[in-house]
């Protein structure tokens, strides 16, 4: 394999590859799933151990890297159970639906720029088509019906409740991952991932006091709260914590997947760690520049050539990874009230709002001016950040337990009385009093 220089891929890219290329992509992006199951699962119980200062795995292999291995073996030969009142055949292809669109969604991500495999020229992704942006859209909104069949088809209640739950997540955030899209179509003017990566690749140049500052063209940087947004949305779309409520195991079970084993489960699980990559590395692709190499390292002229992109790819999708994982180790699971809320009356009014602001911009004379955008971005960007983790309201004095008892509303549920005292019950009374008059007749009978 030789080295070539950077080279944005275009459409016309695509499409040109020999067959027995085409394969080695399609096993390529399929290995890349497994192991992002397979070191996913690892790396999440190695990072929350590290947080909560205990040990994660670390006897199965070195450094416990063979753990998930063993886990995986484990679950192949537990007993596959049927449910009686299962549906047969949406019970077996629910787990499967989940998989195939995470691991599909893969197809379009672009790991880096034009090299050269075995002296043919070919761009590192499998394939790229002008709406690919929409396809991994319809992917990620397909994978959703597996959980919702699953819990649908186990014919019990809390996978029912489970399932529901991931339907109500998908429409309620699956408008603000849309809309945080859109400012990313506007401002890259393409819906082609390889066209988006290719637009954040130049630098910002931006004056600050008299000083040339050179600022990476990303569109985390020039579109900030689309970026917030975006990955809010993400992390509820793919059900994971503080999100996780369509597998809420201190309400449901286990949700959704509580009567599945063996495989079944396995592939539940898989498909899991599979959209969490699969979204991780789309946030790369939208607003992390993509394989660019983030600064310092574009000071190196070969920064962006031949492999290395690759490595600066993955490296920002397991730094995306790193924040799911600390999502999940430090943040408690929202009530379903709250997280309902916080789509459509958080997130969905200022998404509206910030695409108006762009639109607006782009009705002015040389509107993308990335130093324009960085200047509108970033301060709106820090506002939405405000808003949503600053303090909306000021903690309310805590009532003294009569105040509490005084404003129950009439017919609520009975308290003891303030002084501990438990009354007689009054079922006892009654009967006592019942007793009474028998008694006195049968100790008068008795005398006489």
């Given at each position: 394999?030789?080295v070539?220089?950077?080279?944005?891929?275009?459409?016309?890219?695509?499409?040109?590859?020999?067959?027995?290329?085409?394969?080695?992509?399609?096993?390529?992006?399929?290995?890349?799933?497994?192991?992002?199951?397979?070191?996913?699962?690892?790396?999440?119980?190695?990072?929350?151990?590290?947080?909560?200062?205990?040990?994660?795995?670390?006897q199965?292999?070195?450094?416990?890297?063979?753990?998930?291995?063993?886990?995986?073996?484990?679950?192949?030969?537990?007993?596959?159970?049927?449910?009686k009142?299962?549906?047969?055949?949406?019970?077996?292809?629910?787990?499967?639906?989940?998989?195939?669109?995470?691991?599909?969604?893969?197809?379009?991500?672009?790991?880096?720029?034009?090299?050269?495999?075995?002296?043919?020229?070919?761009?590192?992704?499998?394939?790229?088509?002008?709406?690919?942006?929409?396809?991994?859209?319809?992917?990620?909104?397909?994978?959703?019906?597996?959980?919702?069949?699953?819990?649908?088809?186990?014919?019990s209640?809390?996978?029912?409740?489970?399932?529901?739950?991931?339907?109500?997540?998908?429409?309620?955030?699956?408008?603000?991952?849309?809309?945080?899209?859109?400012?990313?179509?506007?401002?890259?003017?393409?819906?082609?991932?390889?066209?988006?990566?290719?637009?954040?690749?130049?630098?910002?140049?931006?004056?600050?006091?008299?000083?040339?500052v050179h600022?990476?063209?990303?569109?985390?940087?020039?579109?900030?709260?689309?970026?917030?947004?975006?990955?809010?949305?993400?992390?509820?779309?793919?059900?994971?914590?503080?999100?996780?409520?369509?597998?809420?195991?201190?309400?449901?079970v286990?949700?959704?997947?509580t009567?599945?084993?063996?495989?079944?489960?396995?592939?539940?699980?898989?498909?899991?760690?599979?959209?969490?990559?699969?979204?991780?590395?789309?946030?790369?692709?939208?607003?992390?520049?993509?394989?660019?190499?983030?600064?310092?390292?574009?000071?190196?002229?070969?920064?962006?050539?031949?492999?290395?992109?690759?490595?600066?790819?993955f490296?920002?999708?397991?730094?995306?990874?790193?924040?799911?994982?600390?999502?999940?180790?430090?943040?408690?699971?929202?009530?379903?009230?709250?997280?309902?809320?916080?789509?459509?009356?958080?997130?969905?009014?200022?998404?509206?709002?910030?695409?108006?602001?762009?639109?607006?911009?782009?009705?002015?004379?040389?509107?993308?001016?990335?130093?324009?955008?960085?200047?509108?971005?970033?301060?709106?960007?820090?506002?939405?950040?405000?808003?949503?983790?600053?303090?909306?309201?000021?903690?309310?004095?805590?009532?003294t337990?009569?105040?509490?008892?005084?404003?129950?509303?009439?017919?609520?549920?009975?308290?003891?009385?303030?002084?501990?005292?438990?009354?007689?019950?009054?079922?006892?009374?009654?009967?006592?009093?019942?007793?009474?008059?028998?008694?006195?007749a049968?100790?008068?009978?008795?005398?006489?």
């Open positions: 394999m030789s070539l220089l950077a080279q944005d891929p275009t459409l016309a890219d695509f499409g040109q590859d020999p067959l027995w290329l085409v394969l080695i992509k399609i096993l390529f992006a399929f290995v890349v799933a497994v192991l992002a199951t397979l070191l996913g699962v690892w790396f999440e119980r190695r990072v929350v151990g590290y947080m909560q200062v205990r040990p994660g795995p670390n199965v292999g070195p450094f416990g890297l063979l753990q998930t291995l063993a886990d995986g073996l484990k679950l192949a030969f537990k007993e596959d159970i049927l449910p009142a299962a549906d047969k055949v949406v019970y077996f292809f629910a787990p499967v639906i989940s998989v195939v669109c995470a691991v599909t969604a893969l197809s379009v991500m672009p790991f880096g720029p034009m090299v050269s495999i075995f002296g043919h020229r070919t761009p590192l992704q499998v394939t790229d088509v002008p709406v690919a942006v929409l396809l991994v859209l319809a992917l990620s909104s397909l994978a959703v019906y597996g959980i919702v069949l699953g819990g649908w088809a186990s014919g209640t809390y996978p029912l409740l489970g399932g529901l739950r991931s339907a109500a997540q998908l429409v309620s955030y699956e408008v603000t991952l849309g809309l945080s899209v859109v400012a990313v179509f506007m401002t890259a003017g393409t819906m082609s991932t390889s066209g988006i990566v290719a637009a954040q690749g130049d630098a910002t140049e931006l004056s600050i006091g008299g000083v040339t600022a990476p063209g990303w569109y985390a940087i020039l579109l900030l709260p689309s970026f917030v947004m975006f990955f809010i949305a993400i992390v509820g779309e793919t059900n994971r914590a503080p999100f996780d409520l369509p597998e809420a195991e201190s309400e449901l286990a949700g959704f997947q009567e599945y084993s063996s495989l079944k489960f396995a592939l539940f699980m898989l498909s899991e760690y599979v959209a969490m990559v699969t979204m991780s590395a789309f946030t790369v692709t939208l607003f992390l520049g993509g394989w660019h190499a983030p600064w310092p390292i574009t000071i190196w002229e070969g920064a962006n050539s031949g492999w290395w992109p690759m490595l600066w790819f490296g920002k999708v397991i730094m995306l990874v790193f924040v799911f994982v600390w999502l999940r180790g430090t943040l408690p699971r929202l009530r379903y009230d709250q997280f309902m809320r916080l789509g459509w009356k958080v997130l969905l009014p200022i998404n509206l709002a910030w695409i108006l602001v762009l639109a607006g911009l782009r009705s002015i004379e040389d509107w993308d001016s990335r130093g324009k955008l960085i200047a509108v971005g970033i301060p709106a960007g820090i506002l939405l950040i405000a808003t949503l983790f600053w303090p909306n309201r000021k903690p309310k004095p805590t009532p337990t009569q105040e509490q008892v005084d404003s129950r509303p009439y017919g609520s549920f009975p308290l003891p009385p303030m002084d501990l005292q438990v009354p007689p019950s009054p079922r006892i009374t009654r009967v006592v009093a019942e007793r009474e008059p028998a008694n006195i049968g100790s008068d009978s008795r005398e006489v």
